[in-house]
């Protein structure tokens, strides 16, 4: 089995067991950080569920494709918050200022390169943190300690009022 199919497996069993899935940090969150995007663990530490175009990044050939979109929703100014609410994520919103002008190619490059949440959180007016923009140059290494994060227990709202990302 290769490494891609082996997360996919630890992924689907840590989040269909309550106690994995449903408990602040652990492997649920760590692994969904892996497979889905720099915050999407972080979140899931606040009870945000994962979104269905973030489960399609693992379907052979629409993975592919699901960037694009991503990119599409942070390039039409969507946030956050609107998905949350439409797909009823639950969890902790931004609590930024928003921006002057949501949208635009910087968000649009932002969701498709980081994934969604970053992209639309921007359109919110959080900023993007230091150790996403270091995964440009080294990706593994922002990667594994964000995860890492995850697991701990650690929540997106404390990581930006310690970074002071929604200034």
């Known amino acids: 089995m290769n490494m891609k199919k082996a997360l996919v497996v630890l992924l689907i069993i840590a989040l269909l067991v309550p106690s994995m899935a449903f408990a602040k940090g652990g492997l649920g969150p760590c692994l969904a950080t892996c497979c889905f995007g720099p915050r999407t663990g972080l979140e899931m530490n606040e009870g945000s569920a994962i979104r269905l175009t973030e489960w399609l990044r693992l379907v052979p050939m629409i993975g592919y494709v699901v960037p694009l979109y991503n990119g599409y929703e942070g390039y039409t100014g969507k946030t956050m918050a609107k998905v949350a609410a439409e797909e009823k994520l639950g969890g902790v919103r931004v609590q930024a200022a928003a921006p002057a002008q949501k949208g635009g190619l910087v968000p649009g490059i932002v969701a498709f390169c980081f994934g969604p949440r970053v992209g639309l959180e921007m359109n919110e007016g959080r900023k993007i943190r230091t150790m996403e923009l270091i ?14 994060e995850a697991n701990s227990g650690k929540t997106m709202s404390q990581v930006a009022a310690e970074e002071g990302l929604d200034r």
């Open 135 to 148: 995964g440009i140059v080294v990706p593994v290494i922002p990667s594994v300690l964000i995860a890492l």
